[in-house]
């Protein structure tokens, strides 16, 4: 989404006076404001978050401040939208920075995957029995309709609680955006990741498949990816055992399946963080996720060694626009009456979108 430049009084701050007023703004605002962070968030950012956490996590911390009047989250577009979509009327959730997005949840949009439905429709039959997942790295409408047809919501965490539920209730699962997670979800239930699954490539038709693949596919994979954990490549396993004897491998299971397979764990960011804090001091950990979590890690815990799988830094590029002097900015507005920056999924999409959403919270509760 488009954001319009920061007025030059705060594009100029320097980065004590955006903590400073950052810190007297939350003060003025007192309990009407909470601040979410996801673990992606620099460290500037952070220190600021009332709660911080994973996708899942933050879903639920949303719905566990009906007193707020103002969310402001400082993490991308689709986990506001699903903030909007699980709080009450009267609260309004602010993206700081509207242009923080995902490129992972733009690879796939609803015109897209109507089709994709159409198509499998046409190869399945009108009573087909597909139950559509969608990673919650998504946009609301693909959140809509999933919740229209049956289908739910999944995250990191509850993935394979999620699918397996969906395995229950119909014969395949359509598997969006996230091509990774979606297989890597699939190994760990048991499937075969050539026989049992297909991937659907948008741009082809049948989405690259013949109609026979499509009918003997448990799981029909979106060609989506995350372009931070794809990076993660099983040579990069290789290496970091070469070069630190002893060392264990922790990854988000977003990375391909090869390289989780080589890993010793995998896990939301809410699990990796876990893994750390419990592992003996003195051991070692090469760990593949976003940059800002992993020297948080390293920092947080002096007395393990914990490094990047990557060692080109690998940040993610849209949560790094939540600058200390959006937020600033967001804040101070809100200091003076001025509501900037909400987030607000229309009501159309609104019921589906929270079907679905809910849905994912009873079934993983
Ligand atoms: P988590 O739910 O594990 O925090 O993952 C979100 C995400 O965007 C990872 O790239
Ligand atoms: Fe999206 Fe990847 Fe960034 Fe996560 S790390 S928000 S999946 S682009």
Same mark, same amino acid.
């Given at each position: 989404?488009?954001?319009?430049?920061? #007025?030059?009084?705060?594009?100029?701050?320097?980065?004590?006076?955006?903590?400073?007023?950052?810190?007297?703004?939350?003060? %003025?605002?007192?309990?009407?404001?909470?601040?979410?962070?996801?673990?992606?968030?620099?460290?500037?950012?952070?220190?600021?978050?009332?709660?911080?956490?994973?996708?899942?996590?933050?879903? %639920?911390?949303?719905?566990?401040?009906?007193?707020?009047?103002?969310?402001?989250?400082?993490?991308?577009?689709?986990?506001?939208?699903?903030?909007?979509?699980?709080?009450?009327?009267?609260?309004?959730?602010?993206?700081?920075?509207?242009?923080?997005?995902?490129?992972?949840?733009?690879?796939? !949009?609803?015109?897209?995957?109507?089709?994709?439905?159409?198509?499998?429709?046409?190869?399945?039959?009108?009573?087909?029995?597909?139950?559509?997942?969608?990673?919650? !790295?998504?946009?609301?409408?693909?959140?809509?309709?999933?919740?229209?047809?049956?289908?739910?919501?999944?995250?990191? +965490? !509850?993935?394979?609680?999620?699918?397996?539920?969906?395995?229950?209730?119909?014969?395949?699962?359509?598997?969006?955006?996230?091509?990774?997670?979606?297989?890597?979800?699939?190994?760990?239930?048991?499937?075969?990741?050539?026989?049992?699954?297909?991937?659907?490539?948008?741009?082809?038709?049948?989405?690259?498949? +013949?109609?026979?693949?499509?009918?003997?596919?448990?799981?029909?994979?979106?060609?989506?990816?995350?372009?931070?954990?794809?990076?993660?490549?099983?040579?990069?396993?290789? %290496?970091?055992?070469?070069?630190?004897?002893?060392?264990?491998?922790?990854?988000?299971?977003?990375? #391909?399946?090869? +390289?989780?397979?080589?890993?010793?764990?995998?896990?939301? +960011?809410?699990?990796?963080?876990?893994?750390?804090?419990?592992?003996?001091?003195?051991?070692?950990?090469?760990?593949?996720?976003?940059?800002?979590?992993? !020297?948080?890690?390293?920092?947080?815990?002096?007395?393990?060694?914990?490094?990047?799988?990557?060692?080109?830094?690998?940040?993610?590029?849209?949560?790094?626009?939540?600058? #200390?002097?959006?937020?600033?900015?967001?804040?101070?507005?809100?200091?003076?009456?001025?509501?900037?920056?909400?987030?607000?999924? #229309?009501?159309?999409? %609104?019921?589906?979108?929270?079907?679905?959403?809910?849905?994912?919270?009873?079934?993983?509760?």
């Amino acid at each position: 989404m488009y954001q319009a430049p920061l #007025p030059r009084e705060y594009a100029d701050l320097t980065p004590d006076a955006a903590d400073a007023r950052i810190q007297a703004a939350k003060q %003025k605002l007192g309990s009407r404001l909470v601040i979410l962070g996801h673990h992606y968030q620099r460290d500037e950012i952070i220190r600021h978050a009332d709660f911080r956490g994973d996708s899942y996590k933050l879903a %639920k911390d949303a719905t566990n401040c009906p007193d707020a009047d103002f969310i402001v989250f400082c993490g991308v577009h689709f986990m506001a939208e699903s903030a909007d979509i699980l709080t009450s009327d009267h609260q309004q959730v602010i993206l700081p920075n509207l242009a923080a997005g995902c490129s992972m949840a733009d690879m796939a !949009n609803a015109f897209q995957i109507r089709n994709c439905w159409r198509d499998l429709e046409k190869v399945l039959g009108h009573s087909m029995s597909v139950i559509p997942v969608t990673y919650i !790295n998504s946009a609301a409408t693909l959140k809509a309709f999933v919740g229209e047809r049956g289908g739910t919501v999944c995250t990191s +965490t !509850n993935a394979p609680t999620a699918v397996r539920w969906a395995l229950e209730q119909g014969e395949k699962v359509l598997f969006f955006p996230d091509q990774h997670l979606g297989r890597n979800t699939g190994v760990l239930l048991g499937y075969d990741a050539e026989a049992d699954m297909c991937v659907w490539d948008p741009f082809k038709p049948l989405g690259g498949n +013949t109609p026979e693949k499509i009918l003997s596919s448990k799981f029909i994979l979106w060609k989506g990816h995350c372009s931070v954990h794809q990076r993660f490549t099983p040579e990069l396993v290789h %290496k970091a055992r070469e070069e630190h004897p002893g060392v264990q491998v922790l990854v988000h299971p977003e990375c #391909p399946l090869e +390289t989780v397979n080589l890993s010793d764990f995998n896990g939301s +960011t809410e699990k990796i963080i876990k893994v750390i804090q419990e592992a003996p001091s003195g051991s070692t950990w090469a760990v593949g996720t976003e940059i800002n979590l992993v !020297n948080r890690l390293a920092q947080e815990h002096p007395d393990k060694t914990v490094f990047c799988l990557d060692p080109q830094i690998c940040p993610c590029s849209t949560m790094y626009r939540i600058h #200390p002097s959006f937020l600033c900015w967001v804040l101070e507005r809100l200091v003076e009456g001025e509501v900037v920056n909400v987030v607000k999924v #229309p009501e159309s999409t %609104k019921h589906y979108a929270s079907v679905a959403l809910k849905r994912m919270l009873t079934v993983c509760a």
